[in-house]
């Protein structure tokens, strides 16, 4: 069974933060690597960052580098995403998935969670 649950958004002002968490089953998290993706209203899903199962190795779209932090606790089975100087063009729906070992921008499973809305002012 897929089972993907992210929460920690909300609304925030531009330079503002937040952390967002992402708990995954035991199947679904065990030996894969995790990433973040975004969808913005009238846009298509987009990848945001990833971090290998051991988190030795993370990705971040060029977006996002320098503010955004992904991280992982294996014993949880949960991996989150640190979000600072957030930007109004940060504003979307933030979903967590597997990531594929060949390209960490490429999400695993088809079932999506139901994301958590992020919404940054201006």
């Known amino acids: 069974q897929v089972q993907l649950v992210e929460s920690g958004g909300g609304l925030v002002q531009a330079g503002g933060s937040l952390r967002l968490s992402c708990a995954a089953s035991?199947?679904?998290?065990?030996?894969?690597?995790m990433g973040w993706f975004r969808q913005a209203p009238g846009k298509e899903r987009e990848f945001v960052a990833a971090?290998?199962?051991?988190?030795?190795?993370?990705d971040y779209a060029d977006s996002v580098k320098g503010r955004f932090t992904i991280s992982r606790n294996n014993a949880k089975r949960a991996v989150y995403l640190q979000m600072n100087s957030l930007k109004p063009e940060d504003t979307a729906v933030y979903y967590c998935?597997?990531?594929?070992?060949?390209?960490?921008?490429?999400?695993?499973?088809?079932?999506w969670g139901q994301g958590t809305q992020v919404t940054v002012s201006s």
């Open positions: 035991a199947r679904t998290f065990s030996n894969n690597a």
């Open positions: 998935n597997a990531v594929t070992r060949g390209d960490y921008r490429t999400f695993l499973f088809g079932s």
């Open positions: 971090i290998t199962y051991g988190g030795g190795i993370t």
